[in-house]
């Protein structure tokens, strides 16, 4: 399963974004059962993990974004969403939608570029 990140961009520092991924048909019915969770992968680091939240709506952030990102999800529409705030120059990477953990595939991935 592949889900796609859209909304990136560049964006200067302070402002906000909203990132969103929408879940393949072939998951629909099992959407439900799963934990999602914002991923991303900056210039020469290793993809970590920034945000999630439980089918039942629970959330959990990496200290680095807690207070600044909100993670929310829509189980209807099968959509997970990223708002981000007060964005930092040190948010820059590549942005990614997965189950937590994670399928083995991962999807493209939404740039969001920020600049000081």
């Known amino acids: 399963v592949q889900l796609q990140a859209s909304g990136g961009g560049l964006v200067q520092a302070g402002g906000s974004l909203r990132l969103s991924c929408a879940a393949p048909?072939?998951?629909?019915?099992?959407?439900?059962?799963?934990?999602m969770a914002w991923y991303r992968q900056g210039p020469g680091k290793e993809r970590e993990m920034v945000a999630s939240?439980?089918?039942?709506?629970?959330?959990d952030y990496a200290d680095s974004v807690k207070g600044r990102f909100t993670i929310s999800r829509d189980n209807s529409k099968k959509t997970v969403r990223l708002l981000m705030t007060d964005l930092k120059s040190e948010d820059t990477s590549v942005y990614y939608c997965?189950?937590?953990?994670?399928?083995?595939?991962w999807g493209q991935g939404t740039l969001v570029t920020v600049s000081s």
């Open positions: 997965n189950a937590n953990p994670p399928w083995e595939r």
């Open positions: 048909r072939t998951i629909f019915s099992v959407f439900t059962s799963y934990t």
């Open positions: 939240i439980t089918a039942g709506g629970a959330t």
